[in-house]
């Protein structure tokens, strides 16, 4: 038996939409993506309701969102970077789930970020270096919320055989 209800948190880029759908089919679940159903409810991208209605907006919209996610049995989510880090949504996660932290490298994370910038309102106008260093900011902030998930994979630890573990080691 596998976990029933899984939560991926970690920095944009570092593969949470990747492994949700990857998990999802291993514990035939549904794989949802936080940051789409928010674009799905408020009909409008992220980086308009960054801009229009601004971040304060768009983190209660997320965390009400977050919290549909009690009624629901089975599932994956992948969380948007920030979402663990307000409205203590990283304690409602872990009591309602088993949190993975996905902690890839700057280096990883500005390579894959690179080519997706104009769909990323927080970097959208980043040179490759300032990404850098936005990036190693936002980590220092969000680390304090991260290190609070149940478990922690880094780099070369982020595989299909040590996801499975931890989704399996959590069956009920």
């Known amino acids: 038996m596998a976990a029933e209800k899984v939560f991926l948190i970690g920095m944009m880029g570092s593969g949470k ?29 992220i980086t308009e309701i960054f801009e229009e209605d601004g971040e304060a907006y768009f983190r209660k919209a997320e965390t009400k969102i977050l919290k549909w996610f009690s009624e629901k049995k089975k ?61 190693q900011n936002k980590i220092l902030e969000r680390t304090p919320f991260y290190q609070q998930a149940h478990y922690r994979l880094t780099g070369d630890q982020i595989t299909e055989s040590a996801l499975k573990k931890i989704v399996q080691k959590h069956g009920s």
């Open 17 to 45: 939409s990747f492994w949700t759908s990857k998990i999802a089919k291993w514990i035939k679940a549904g794989g949802y993506d936080l940051d789409d159903l928010i674009v799905m409810m408020e009909e409008k991208t």
């Open 75 to 135: 599932f994956v989510l992948a969380t948007g970077g920030g979402t663990p880090c307000f409205q203590a949504n990283i304690d409602w996660m872990k009591k309602e789930g088993v949190v993975i932290w996905l902690d890839e490298s700057i280096e990883v994370l500005v390579e894959r970020l690179s080519s997706q910038k104009e769909h990323r309102p927080l970097i959208a106008n980043l040179s490759n270096e300032e990404l850098s260093n936005f990036l």
